[in-house]
């Protein structure tokens, strides 16, 4: 064989070895979905691995913000929705963006064994799906509490007694879902007129509102204040991790919300979408969001999480989560208006 021949027949080779690679790496690639969502950031990375341990073919890109952040960012893009899927987002806020049809009907393999109180039941496929919990609670620093000579609070009233005034932090609703379930659950509560001259009073005791629900409770644990309303699931992590707290769900009945998740109109990676869906509302799923949230989707599964308050689920209230959508804007700008000078900085 000549040596132009030898050539031709190693250039065939080269060829031939590089459509393999190539070949390789496009049945390896992986689909990027990308996922808008308000889970806490400290447990974002262990739902991507067990996702991902099951559905290895799909990568996980987050986007994460305060649940009132995400909710203006998808209404933003509501001409043209960047996001696959909304996971573990406010169902009142899944609810309000499902008005503009940002959502597409999906009923996940297995959605019936889940209770028909945290799921779509109005359409004939469910436009959201509800996965666990988040509660409203207090954060009280015993240790600052007795620096100061402050009463662990009991109910939501005694947060508007001169002795707390200036000791006390709550979220910005606008920017905070944990603040909107406050304010929204506060009305349900006590009714608009009451409801409004009790956040008067209270405004006169707060020091300042947060733009993330967490962060009252962090503070409170950090000692920075000695008392933030917050959520539960962040009392108990603090309180696990060694704070001196001490996590009340007042009597009058507590506020909350569930983290639901929702499969955008126009995805462009539908299969991928539906993946996470189905696998969101499996038990494997569910005894992980039990594992620091109290309350979930389907029964049988919670069990009692440390340093939650007992019996919080009992004090949950009957929340009407279409009425808190429907009123959404109407509440947060008549807030804004009485109370936003005492928010920080964005």
């Not at 709550?170 to 608009?192: A, C, H, R, Y």
């Not at 594992?291 to 919080?312: L, Q, R």
Request: net charge neutral.
């Amino acid at each position: 064989m000549k040596a132009t021949s030898f050539s031709k027949l190693g250039l065939g080779f080269a060829a031939a070895a590089a459509i393999g690679v190539m070949s390789a790496g496009i049945a390896h690639a992986k689909t990027d979905l990308l996922v808008y969502t308000a889970v806490e950031a400290d447990e974002l990375k262990g739902f991507k691995k067990a996702f991902e341990e099951d559905y290895p073919e799909i990568n996980i890109k987050w986007v994460r913000d305060s649940t009132g952040i995400i909710t203006s960012k998808l209404l933003a893009e509501k001409e043209n929705p960047k996001a696959d899927i909304v996971w573990g987002v406010a169902a009142t806020s899944l609810l309000l963006l499902s008005t503009h049809d940002y959502f597409q009907g999906y009923a996940p393999k297995g959605v019936e064994k889940l209770d028909k109180l945290y799921y779509d039941t109005k359409n004939p496929t469910p436009l959201w799906v509800g996965q666990r919990a988040w509660i409203a609670s207090i954060c009280f620093n015993t240790v600052e509490g007795e620096k100061y000579k402050l009463p662990v609070p009991a109910t939501w009233d005694d947060l508007t007694k001169p002795v707390y005034k200036g000791h006390v932090i709550m979220p910005n609703p606008n920017s905070s879902g944990t603040g909107f379930l406050d304010v929204s659950s506060w009305i349900q509560i006590k009714g608009e007129d009451a409801a409004w001259n009790y956040m008067d009073a209270l405004h006169t005791n707060i020091a300042r509102y947060t733009h993330s629900g967490s962060k009252p409770c962090k503070l409170a644990a950090k000692g920075e204040i000695p008392i933030g309303v917050s959520f539960a699931y962040r009392g108990a992590k603090s309180k696990n991790a060694g704070a001196p707290l001490e996590i009340v769900a007042p009597s009058e009945g507590v506020g909350w919300d569930l983290e639901a998740f929702a499969i955008v109109s126009n995805t462009k990676n539908l299969e991928a979408a539906r993946a996470l869906a189905d696998w969101s509302v499996t038990e494997k799923a569910n005894r992980i969001y039990n594992e620091a949230y109290a309350v979930v989707a389907m029964p049988g599964i919670a069990k009692p999480v440390k340093n939650f308050p007992e019996n919080i689920d009992k004090k949950m209230i009957k929340n009407d989560f279409q009425w808190a959508a429907d009123n959404r804007i109407r509440i947060l700008d008549e807030w804004r208006k009485r109370y936003d000078g005492k928010s920080e900085p964005k």
